[in-house]
């Protein structure tokens, strides 16, 4: 290989039917990588005899199953690149991935990581990938990309070229996170330093329904939503842990103050499927607006956005008991009844006309009808 200062890593457990189409795809880059680092979680499949038949080009490494986030922190511990790509075992690049996010970094020599766009794509007929549409991220603002991360996964971070230090800085993956890790790590490297994006696209990003995560918590497509919204509840409560209220507020937004950034903090929340957090921060709102005359329109439009975002109406809808009672205690106080009351038109407008199944939708029409009834009993 050249010596391109990028080094790529991959973690890998029981994915041999793909790595070989993977890791072609990472060899065949017109800017070739200086580097490629492969961390097999414990494969109980033929990985790694596809990895041996790629000699020197590939370095392996071995493990016990301990999960994507230890075998990625070990395997960053070997990289030399000074630019960073983590890569999916079944997902396929884009033959000049490298070349154009390093030359959008040469335009930007400031840039401490560059995300870009990627292709949808799906097992073809012969089991090699079907590359689909092309998804094309949002782009905030640098003072936005923080809060717009931590309250909506918009980018992924297979499309992300990083600096080496920005790993070591952030303390690489938490491997107590068995799911979502990847999303953690987008909004620790989003809170401390500002991307630049690439608008070719990265990687094809293969979309399928065989089994994924560490041995321990292995799932099929159908159980895995369960699975991600529980450790997405587990890094909402990280967030909220982590991160002081004030960083919630954009530093642009015409308006400024406690109240605003208990409402973004509120749509984080929500994102997550933290209920009682939600309910918390509804709270203090509803407090904040007693005192200062009522709420404003725009935030109870607001509020009604924050409860349709993410897990938000699922999770209320599971937790149907605790969440009446949070509303009738949040209605008593001052203002409550109206922020119950915006609860409830977000519920009835994911029971009318967001996706789910019919079970789901019929959940979310039931508790809005309960909530709605709870804002006028005061």
Known sequence: MSSAPVSIVLATYNRARYLRECLDSLLAQTAPASEIVLVDDGSEDDTPAVVASYGHRIRYLRQPNAGKAAAINRALTHVSGDWVWLFDDDDVAVPDAIERRLAVASEHPNAQWIYASHHLGSDGRDGRIVQGRLYEPPQPQPEEFFFETMAGCFFHLNSALVRRHCYRHIGGFDPSMLRGQDYDVQIRLARHFSPVYCASPAFVFRQHAGTRGPKALHRDSASRSDVFRRY?????????????????????????????????????????????????????????????????????????????RGWAAQAMAEQQGEVLELSRRLARQGCGAAAVASVARALFRVARGYGGDVRERWRCLVLSMRLARVSKAR
């Not at 909402?236 to 842990?241: F, L, Q, S």
């Not at 400024?256 to 709270?283: I, K, S, T, W, Y």
């Not at 709420?295 to 009604?304: K, M, N, W, Y």
Request: net charge negative; aromatic share 4%.
């Open 232 to 308: 997405s509840v587990a890094l909402g409560r990280k967030i909220r842990a982590d991160v002081l209220l004030a960083e919630f507020c954009s530093p642009t937004s015409s308006v400024l103050g406690e109240r605003q950034a208990l409402l973004n903090r509120l749509h984080v929340m929500a994102n997550h499927g933290c209920v009682p957090e939600m309910f918390e921060d509804l709270a203090a709102l509803a407090a904040l607006a007693a005192r200062d005359g009522g709420f404003e329109v725009r935030e109870l439009d607001s509020i009604v956005r924050a409860a349709c």
